[in-house]
C-alpha cells in the first residue's frame, strides 16, 4: 500500500473535473467485527460528520456490501430501506462525500463516516445538514 | 415558559453536587413530525453529539417516550434494544449528558443531540467516545 506520491500527474485532469476517490487503507480485524448480523435487515447506521468542522451531516445506513463498496471507492455508499438499492451519495446530485475515516463504535453496530463534503452539502432539501430542525432547546448544565 | 432568572438560588447546593437537568423548551409541531412508525419497534436512533467540540460521543436509540424523558429532564434517556427496557445515561456510571438541543433531520427519522458531557465520557469503556476505533482512513479528496 504505497502513497500516491507527490510528483506532478504528467495528464492532469480538466479544470473543474469531478475527483475520483481513492480507496481507504483498511483495518481488515476491525473490519470483521463490525456487527451487521445484529440487525434483522443486516444494517447499521451510519453517521456522516464533515471532517472539516463537525457537523453531522446525515444518517444513512450500510450493509456489508454498501461498506465494502465505501472503502474501496472512497466515496460513500449506502443501502436504502424504502427502496431497497444501493446508492452513492452525489451520483446524481452532484454532492459528493469523499471518505477520510470510517470508525466503529465500541460495540460494533453504528459507524461514524468523516467526510469531505462536496457541492451544496448533504441534503436532498440543498440544505447542508439534514439535521436542520430544532425540536428542544435548553441551557446544558444549567448554571449553579 | 418563564425563564429561570438569574438571581442567585437562595438555597444554593452543596459544593459538588451534581446538578439537575433543566426541560427543554419544545417546537410541539416539530415534535409531532419525528416519524417513530418508520421503524418496526418505534425506534429512532439518536447521534450524540459534544456541543462543544463536535465530537460524535454515542449512537442510541429513543422512541416516543424516551424522547418525551429526555426532553422534560434535560438529560438523556435512551431505549436498550438488548435490554428492552429504558436506561439514563450516567445514571449509574455518573457519567450524565445534559441536552443542549435535539434536532431532527428532513425526514422525520433521526436525531441528534447535542450535550454537554459530565464525567469520564459516553463510553462504557471509559473512552470518552464509543467511535474509538478506525476501520478505514484515506485522504478525502485526492490532491490535484
Redesign the interface.
Known amino acids: 500500500m504505497s502513497g ?1 506520491g ?1 510528483a506532478a500527474d504528467p495528464t ?2 480538466p479544470a473543474g473535473a469531478v ?9 481488515e480485524d ?2 470483521a ?2 456487527d451487521f448480523a445484529k440487525d ?1 435487515d443486516g444494517l447499521v ?1 451510519a ?1 456522516v ?1 464533515d ?1 472539516t ?4 451531516l ?2 444513512a445506513y450500510m450493509d456489508a456490501e454498501a461498506l465494502r463498496r ?2 474501496q471507492s ?1 466515496r460513500t455508499w449506502f443501502y436504502s430501506r424504502s427502496r431497497r438499492e444501493y446508492w452513492q451519495k452525489g451520483e446524481t446530485s452532484g454532492d459528493r462525500q ?10 460494533g453496530d ?3 463516516v468523516l ?2 463534503q ?1 457541492g451544496r452539502g448533504a ?3 440543498g ?1 447542508r445538514t ?13 448554571a ?1
Request: proline content about 11%; glycine content about 10%; overall charge negative.
Open positions: 500516491t507527490t492532469p485532469p475527483p475520483e476517490g481513492v480507496a481507504l487503507r483498511v483495518a476491525l473490519l467485527e463490525v434483522r447506521p453517521v460528520q471532517a468542522d463537525g457537523t453531522v446525515t444518517l465505501t472503502l472512497g469523499y471518505v477520510r475515516e470510517v470508525r466503529l463504535d465500541c460495540d453504528a459507524l461514524v467526510v469531505d462536496h441534503c436532498h432539501t440544505a439534514c439535521f436542520y430542525r430544532t425540536v428542544g432547546s435548553g441551557p446544558g448544565v444549567p449553579p
